[in-house]
């Protein structure tokens, strides 16, 4: 109690979000405060983002996603999340299919950070996103893409690589905008119910 100004959004983080999220000061401000009611240090650690995910995927794993999730957002590698970087996931992660948001799934798919993706980490993060749909959804999956391994076949053949072919991210990026199916390839929307 009467402590108020250091639990407040300082200017510079509302101004950066503003400018880069489609999100108002209201929405903003909002939600800082209920981050701040769940997280009172101000971080989200690993294991809490894992929670946050397995309450939106009750009916299957999304642990390992997660995980990956959490690594792409941790900017600053300090193994939380801050408030800025928690918006900056929420932002990426619902919209729709835009460069930056490809942006980000190059970085997700990256997972040794090198600046480009070889075939083992686009099988390691398919097979991680496959966790997330539910068994019965994934019984109605067409035949060339129902396993980890044939999702990542069909990507590397839809680019054109070898299997120890690396893919650049501008390549990644323009790719992926050109043809939706290939979207749909490497991310998981669940079906509204
Ligand atoms: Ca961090
Ligand atoms: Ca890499």
Same mark, same amino acid.
């Given at each position: ?26 929405? $903003? ?62 932002? $990426? ?8 948001? $490809? ?11 090198? !600046? ?58 323009? !790719? ?8 749909? $390839? ?8």
């Amino acid at each position: 109690m009467g402590n108020s100004k250091s639990g407040a959004l300082s200017k510079e983080i509302l101004e950066d979000l503003k400018l880069n999220t489609k999100y108002t000061e209201d929405e $903003l401000c909002s939600w800082y405060e209920s981050f701040q009611k769940q997280c009172p240090d101000g971080r989200i650690s690993r294991s809490e983002f894992e929670k946050i995910y397995a309450n939106f995927f009750p009916n299957s794993d999304p642990k390992v996603y997660a995980r990956h999730v959490f690594r792409s957002f941790d900017t600053n590698d300090d193994g939380t999340l801050d408030f800025r970087e928690y918006i900056i996931a929420l932002h $990426l992660t619902s919209t729709g299919k835009t460069r930056l948001k $490809l942006e980000w799934a190059f970085s997700l798919f990256d997972v040794d950070r090198n !600046g480009e993706i070889s075939k083992n980490e686009v099988l390691e993060i398919i097979t991680a996103i496959f966790k997330m749909i539910p068994a019965e959804e994934q019984k109605m999956l067409p035949d060339d893409e129902n396993t980890p391994q044939k999702r990542a076949d069909k990507l590397w053949a839809y680019f054109n690589k070898g299997e120890t072919d690396k893919l650049a991210e501008k390549e990644f990026i323009e !790719g992926v905008l050109k043809n939706d199916a290939i979207m749909s $390839l490497i991310q998981y929307d669940p079906k509204k119910k």
